[in-house]
């Protein structure tokens, strides 16, 4: 791998991706998320920003006194250089960049690059070995390759905002970046699918094409197979399970939250332990998941019952004394106090020069020998142009300097 060497010892990345550098081009989510998981576990990150504006995402969403909070999560690990690319000298240094780079992660819309003449085929000339994911909305070729595309309109058309809400109500779309964060996890994956084959099989770089739309279509289940063997289009069903029962949320009596899963038998059964009716196990209108199933409606509202005449910790300990399956209906304040949420430190605070100390997710899933880690929260805009572009490309300083005056970097 192409492992570099600068002058920012205090961000030296470790973890069992040290040693890949990885160039990330575009804005806004699906992109940056790849390079977030990316840096998380050791890649170098190098992330070309517009030197006027630099990504979107540093105005996008909740601010803090003009600090974006979407950025600082989404840069944190990487380095933050500016390059105009639509300039030919910008174009050159770009080429620079990528032919020092195991991996290139891009977001532009389609035929953008092949435009300023950084495509594929331009860029795997200088790097045979370079690996390069290509996130769009609808994918590198079909009638809708050149269409803006955002993960609004991929999560509209993959089919899930169709299942996601109530029966009597409008589809509902998600509160984040669902289908960007789908599609990065499957070009992260990709990506190291691709290095492998690579590393081991010697097979050379290669491109990858990641629509946002087809990644979160994977992950709904059989919905082809259920339209093409049974002819039929599953409906919203709310917080129901159209597969099983019962399955559902719940208030409590202190108008709290849980959630019951219960789609194995021997976890139904343990559900009618915990609110006190182990009668129900020989009633056949819930014998079975079939049978659970054609009376919902009369198997929520006993549940139902029971929950309204308890507080949401009398639930909680209930159904853990019965081994039943549930969970509270958490807020993100409610994730601050958990003990398990702390006991994995699945949050960890950074020092940031703009924001103090700042808590972010941490690196997801633990490795026992290499874990990521969170060295830094999102730089500032072009905070890392005189270690690459002088330490990893060797430009002398009346170089860079030409760059900045020529307004490229």
Same mark, same amino acid.
């Given at each position: 791998?192409?492992?570099?060497?600068?002058?920012?010892?205090?961000?030296?990345? /470790?973890?069992?991706?040290?040693?890949?550098?990885?160039?990330?081009?575009?804005?806004? *989510?699906?992109?940056?998320?790849?390079?977030?998981?990316?840096?998380?576990?050791?890649?170098?990150?190098?992330?070309?920003? /517009?030197?006027?504006?630099?990504?979107?995402?540093?105005?996008?969403?909740?601010?803090?006194?003009?600090?974006?909070?979407?950025?600082?999560?989404?840069?944190?690990?990487?380095?933050?250089?500016?390059?105009?690319?639509?300039?030919?000298?910008?174009?050159?240094?770009?080429?620079?960049?990528?032919?020092?780079?195991?991996?290139?992660?891009? %977001?532009?819309?389609?035929?953008?690059?092949?435009?300023?003449?950084?495509?594929?085929?331009?860029?795997?000339?200088?790097?045979?070995?370079?690996?390069?994911?290509?996130?769009?909305?609808?994918?590198?070729?079909?009638?809708?390759?050149?269409?803006?595309?955002?993960?609004?309109?991929?999560? !509209?058309?993959?089919?899930?905002?169709?299942?996601?809400?109530?029966?009597?109500?409008?589809?509902?779309?998600?509160?984040?970046?669902?289908?960007?964060?789908?599609?990065?996890?499957?070009?992260?994956?990709? *990506?190291?699918?691709?290095?492998?084959?690579?590393?081991?099989?010697?097979?050379?770089?290669?491109?990858?094409?990641?629509?946002?739309?087809?990644?979160?279509?994977?992950?709904?289940?059989?919905?082809?197979?259920?339209?093409?063997?049974?002819?039929?289009?599953?409906?919203?069903?709310?917080?129901?399970?159209?597969?099983?029962?019962?399955?559902?949320?719940?208030?409590?009596?202190?108008?709290?939250?849980?959630?019951?899963?219960?789609? !194995?038998?021997?976890?139904?059964?343990?559900?009618?332990?915990?609110?006190?009716?182990?009668?129900?196990?020989?009633?056949?209108?819930?014998?079975?998941?079939? !049978?659970?199933?054609?009376?919902?409606?009369?198997?929520?509202?006993?549940?139902?019952?029971?929950?309204?005449? /308890?507080?949401?910790?009398?639930?909680?300990?209930?159904?853990?004394? !019965?081994?039943?399956?549930?969970?509270? *209906?958490?807020?993100?304040?409610?994730?601050?106090?958990?003990?398990?949420?702390?006991?994995?430190?699945?949050?960890?605070?950074?020092?940031?020069?703009?924001?103090?100390?700042?808590?972010?997710? %941490?690196?997801?899933?633990?490795?026992?020998?290499?874990?990521?880690?969170?060295? /830094?929260?999102?730089?500032?805009?072009?905070?890392?142009?005189?270690?690459?572009?002088?330490?990893?490309?060797?430009?002398?300083?009346?170089? *860079?300097?030409?760059?900045?005056?020529?307004?490229?970097?």
């Amino acid at each position: 791998m192409n492992g570099i060497e600068t002058t920012m010892d205090e961000d030296a990345a /470790h973890g069992p991706l040290e040693g890949l550098t990885v160039v990330e081009a575009g804005t806004m *989510i699906s992109a940056g998320t790849v390079g977030r998981f990316l840096a998380d576990f050791g890649a170098t990150v190098i992330k070309v920003e /517009h030197p006027a504006t630099g990504d979107h995402l540093r105005q996008f969403g909740p601010q803090k006194d003009g600090t974006g909070l979407w950025w600082k999560y989404l840069g944190r690990n990487k380095r933050s250089v500016t390059l105009n690319l639509g300039v030919e000298a910008g174009q050159v240094v770009f080429e620079d960049l990528v032919s020092e780079a195991d991996v290139l992660v891009e %977001n532009f819309r389609p035929g953008t690059l092949e435009r300023w003449n950084l495509g594929y085929e331009r860029l795997s000339e200088l790097n045979p070995d370079l690996v390069m994911c290509r996130l769009s909305g609808f994918g590198q070729t079909g009638p809708y390759a050149e269409r803006p595309g955002f993960g609004t309109l991929a999560e !509209a058309m993959s089919g899930f905002a169709y299942l996601n809400g109530y029966p009597d109500r409008e589809p509902l779309l998600p509160p984040t970046g669902l289908a960007d964060g789908v599609a990065a996890l499957f070009s992260t994956f990709a *990506i190291m699918f691709a290095l492998y084959h690579r590393e081991v099989h010697d097979g050379g770089g290669q491109y990858i094409d990641t629509s946002l739309t087809e990644p979160i279509f994977s992950l709904l289940g059989p919905q082809p197979l259920r339209y093409d063997q049974l002819d039929t289009v599953e409906e919203r069903s709310g917080n129901r399970s159209t597969s099983s029962a019962p399955r559902n949320v719940y208030p409590t009596g202190d108008d709290r939250y849980v959630a019951i899963s219960a789609s !194995a038998q021997p976890t139904a059964m343990r559900v009618f332990d915990a609110i006190d009716r182990p009668d129900l196990k020989d009633d056949e209108r819930f014998a079975d998941n079939e !049978a659970r199933l054609d009376n919902v409606d009369e198997l929520d509202r006993i549940i139902q019952e029971w929950m309204d005449d /308890h507080t949401r910790e009398e639930v909680l300990e209930a159904f853990n004394d !019965a081994d039943a399956t549930i969970a509270p *209906i958490y807020n993100v304040e409610d994730i601050f106090e958990d003990e398990q949420y702390r006991a994995r430190d699945a949050l960890v605070t950074v020092d940031d020069d703009e924001l103090g100390d700042a808590t972010v997710q %941490n690196a997801f899933p633990k490795f026992s020998e290499t874990p990521g880690e969170v060295r /830094h929260l999102g730089p500032s805009l072009g905070e890392h142009n005189e270690p690459v572009y002088g330490g990893l490309l060797g430009y002398d300083d009346a170089t *860079i300097a030409d760059l900045v005056d020529e307004e490229v970097i």
